[in-house]
């Protein structure tokens, strides 16, 4: 599976966006979908995740709220509708991929990435 992120930008504190991650392969509805975020200097954080179903979506207590994470399995692209951003929303945003059927707040399990897409939010 190759993922691409897109949909980052420069906005300011309270607006939206929406990113995107379109997934090549097959069988993308067989994968657990998850989007991760880096900030400068941070570790990698989890974000939210859905599994193959769309249902139960998990989120990270940071982003609950003001984070929507849904799935086309028909067009192979998992979204990340943000809402509500703040400054420390700023990082870079990767799509993940994890062939089954739960989904892991952890890095580890995932064996897919995409490039990565940067959100910068100003105050």
């Known amino acids: 599976v190759q993922l691409q992120a897109s949909g980052g930008g420069l906005v300011q504190a309270g607006d939206s966006l929406r990113l995107s991650c379109a997934a090549s392969?097959?069988?993308?509805?067989?994968?657990?979908m998850a989007w991760f975020r880096q900030a400068p200097g941070k570790e990698r954080e989890f974000v939210a995740a859905i599994t193959w179903s769309g249902d139960s979506p998990y989120y990270a207590d940071s982003v609950k709220g003001r984070f929507t994470i849904s799935r086309d399995n028909a067009r192979n692209t998992v979204y990340l509708q943000m809402n509500s951003l703040k400054p420390e929303d700023t990082a870079v945003y990767y799509c993940?991929?994890?062939?089954?059927?739960?989904?892991?707040?952890?890095?580890?399990?995932?064996?897919?990435w995409g490039q990565g897409t940067q959100v910068t939010v100003s105050s």
């Open positions: 392969g097959r069988t993308f509805s067989s994968y657990t």
């Open positions: 993940a991929a994890r062939y089954a059927l739960t989904s892991s707040v952890s890095s580890a399990p995932y064996n897919y």
